[in-house]
């Protein structure tokens, strides 16, 4: 270390050792002459060493062993000095005993930042104690690539032991993820909120996004060995959430959203203006229409058509989605993974900050289709605040529409071997139990026909809408563009483009209905069927 950083180090450790001083012995003169001695001691230290592992307790390990030492010229102590409660030293061995463990530590860690092969060798022989023949046999190696290994190793070792390494800020401040999703179809081991569920995955992902780097780099913006960063970075590569590039480095293949509370209360607002845009130039017409819908033969839970809308707004606003803004397709961003998943990945970073609105009224899960060829069916749903669904995709299953299909269809009866497949359905509101039976809980067309017409009835939108889209497309674009690295901007454009007929428009779109009056909030028993509509006999 140089004298400058010495200096100043000593400089802070002045009053702290002084203290210490003064605690052992009780008297400030004796503690003003252990203390210059302590002082002069971490000095001479500071100057022969480069890096520490703990600088603090390194100090007070030498201010101990002086201590003992100013003790023993008083009176007669024993052979051991305890110097934590770890470990106990010889007094004879001193000072060089204290370097020689902190060289060890130095040594340890750079030897888990040697590549796998390299480490690997180096562990059998020094610690394993195997001669270079076994070590080559073991590895399927020659014994001269396992000496040159060898070699190489001891000469990067030599090279990294005086080297400072900082801890990157991930290992000081690291981040958590929320809101880790997909846009696809997930495998049979999940999808990114799966993959990436541990914090360590979370930050391994994060520190390689804005920049490639490799396992070591990784290892030390984190602060910890590259020997669990290889462990953790291996099924995030082979499941498709890291890319390996040339020179041994990573890079992260999903998109990562950085909130901000400038960014949200602009996106926010945004949004806010542009529902209320859509509400008056599209959605305000489904409120004239009720004989229209009702004339498709739909089925309507207590025959209302405020449940009706309930679905059939988010529904149609689908509509709102223009090809020609479709700049990117779902597969330049999507991965096949190994689990059967095709999906892209994404993820928010969680930032905690003050915005004057409640997130939480314009949360979004969807488009989410289920369909089965046997019997023949499709089933849409999303889940907003309103509809007080928990479940999210996991919970959104086939298996409970063909069921509720067949009680439409009166093939299910009420029987012991059905407890289950009716508990649920009732658990799920799909299925309401009332004085006078069974009752439907959802929208449903009871046939081909019946669907397309409802689907026919839908209105087109007009040429103001698709203008307005295209505009509030650039202005998300260049709000989630900031601060994104260049090969993110894919993710960007797909995750922005025909942000009107987006989720969390269609949001934003039901809360405006609210606050002006037109859509009325549905009543309890009614809100967990609401925004569902099952298609049956689609053959």
Sequence with gaps: MDKQQADRIIQDYIKPLFGFALNKTGHIAEAEELAGTITLEVYQALLKKTEFLDLNRYVFKIAHYVWAKYVGGQVKASNQLRIDDNEVMSRDEGFDAIIRQETVGALRREIAFLSRQQREIVVQYYYGDMKIGEIAAAMGLSTGTVKWHLFEAKKELKQKMDTIRSVGNLGINPIRMTNLGHSGSPGNKGDT????????????????????????????????????????????????FMDQLAGGKYRTNMYIEEPSQPKSEALHRLFEEYAEIAVEHYFKSLFSMEDVFQETGVSIPGHDFNVLLWSLIPFAGQQLSFKELNRVSHSEVSVSRKDGGHYAAFATIDRRFDVSFDGSLYSFCGDMNRDSDEPALKAWQVDTWWCGRKGGWRDNMSSDFIHLMHVIQGDLPQTHANVDVYRRLFDKQYLLRTESGLEVNIVYCKDKQTGERLQAAIPEPSESIREAAAKLDQAVYRLNLEGQPDHAHKYIHYWSQNSMASGPMRAYVLKHLVDIGLLQVPDPQRQKGISTILFMNQA
Excluded at 206 to 235: C, Q, W
């Design 193 to 240: 909120s799966d993959f990436l569920a541990t914090a360590i995955r979370q930050n391994i992902a994060f520190a390689a996004y804005h920049k490639p780097r490799t396992v070591n780099e990784i290892a030390e913006e984190l602060g910890i060995s590259p020997v669990f960063i290889e462990d953790e970075i291996k099924p995030l590569e082979e499941y498709g």
